[in-house]
């Protein structure tokens, strides 16, 4: 029986996107679906959005709704509001979290035009007229040229802080793999060039440097503190046996400044932080923090500990200002400037940002000390 609603749920789905029938067409109202405003990078892109928003309100052809949640739960019942209010034009859908699936099947069989931004699920992801994101292969792939660049190889000691198991941190798991496998090229948006692996890493290789000491952290500095609290002694003494480097893959800003506040605080021993010290230690990030640029050009209380324990530091440009851009797309499918097919994607492109040229980029603000 389950296999067979979900079959008559795909046919409604297929034919609502292929057939337009049920479309209101004096629907003139642009829902954007998104964080609560709180702090980090996904705040900061709702921020974007609700600025966005503003922009198409002024400009009178359309009305532009901003509708923040907390949850993807929340975010499937803001989704019924929205059916029941039946002026949708289309919906931006920035889901939270993949509990929001059901919204977006919702909007699917109610032939709502949506676009899936950030977190791709999949399933509705094949319906949306488009998934756009930053280009999370490439975050992914340029950590791991820059750690390579760095001396990273088989058999040293690396942590790997993951965001969470959604499409986001999956996808930049794929680009570090495929970039030391030699399946994926890093292109660098800032240099215009396009680097490669110096060395071809077999996945079994890959797998041993990732496979024991990794965490979910659930995008918080707090998830990432918590874990290397526990495991930063041991992996300390694992790593300067193992030569001396230490490389640290953190998938967001806030998880880097987990590390450092740990590594300010009074929880490691002194011989801990000595041997660490005394090491070889690389951290990247992703995002765009200015509170992170501050560390990394000197400007920041913390770049005394960023000094003391890290022989150097980057993090990959991933821009929430996109949120703006995505809102526009949907403006331009309403408008009919609209070249994508249906389950198309379309991915911003990122850089690395380190000493080099931490200077020319102001970052956002937003990190939650």
Not at 92 to 107: I, N, R, T
Not at 166 to 177: A, D, L
């Amino acid at each position: 029986m389950k296999k067979i609603l979900a079959l008559v749920l795909i046919a409604v789905m297929g034919l609502s996107v292929l057939t337009g029938c049920g479309v209101n067409q004096d629907a003139k109202t642009i829902y954007i679906l998104g964080p609560t405003p709180d702090h980090g990078w996904t705040a900061q892109a709702g921020a974007y959005a609700e600025q966005k928003a503003t922009e198409i309100n002024a400009a009178g052809k359309y009305k532009a709704v901003y509708m923040p949640a907390s949850t993807g739960e929340e975010q499937v019942d803001l989704v019924q509001m929205i059916i029941a209010n039946g002026d949708a034009a289309g919906v931006v859908f920035f889901a939270l979290e993949d509990s929001a699936k059901a919204g977006q099947e919702a909007l699917i069989v109610n032939n709502i035009p949506f676009i899936s931004f950030d977190r791709i699920i999949e399933g509705p992801d094949k319906y949306a007229i488009l998934n756009a994101s930053g280009d999370n292969w490439q975050c992914g792939a340029g950590i791991a040229y820059w750690l390579q660049q760095k001396g990273m190889l088989p058999g040293d000691t690396m942590i790997t802080l993951i965001g969470d198991n959604g499409t986001v941190c999956t996808r930049r798991q794929e680009g570090f793999e495929q970039f030391l496998k030699g399946e994926l090229s890093y292109y660098d948006e800032h240099t215009k060039q396009t680097y490669q692996t110096n060395k071809i890493w077999s996945q079994a290789e890959i797998d041993a440097l990732c496979a024991d000491y990794k965490v979910v952290c659930n995008w918080s500095a707090d998830g990432a503190y918590d874990y290397l609290e526990q495991k930063l002694t041991d992996i300390t003494a694992d790593a300067k046996s193992n030569g001396g480097k230490l490389f640290i893959y953190s998938m967001d800003d806030e998880m880097t400044f987990g590390v450092m506040r740990l590594l300010e605080g009074n929880s490691l021993s002194d011989a801990t932080k000595n041997d660490l010290a005394n090491m070889d230690v690389y951290i990247s990030a992703i995002g765009g923090m200015q509170e992170l640029y501050d560390v990394i050009s000197g400007a920041s209380s913390q770049s005394a500990i960023a000094t003391t324990y890290f022989d150097d530091m980057m993090s990959v440009y991933f821009s929430p200002k996109m949120m703006m851009n995505v809102v526009g797309y949907m403006v331009d499918y309403l408008d009919g400037n609209w070249t994508y097919e249906v389950g198309s994607g379309k991915y911003e492109p990122v850089w690395i940002v380190d000493k080099n040229n931490v200077s020319q980029y102001e970052g956002f603000t937003g990190h939650a000390k």
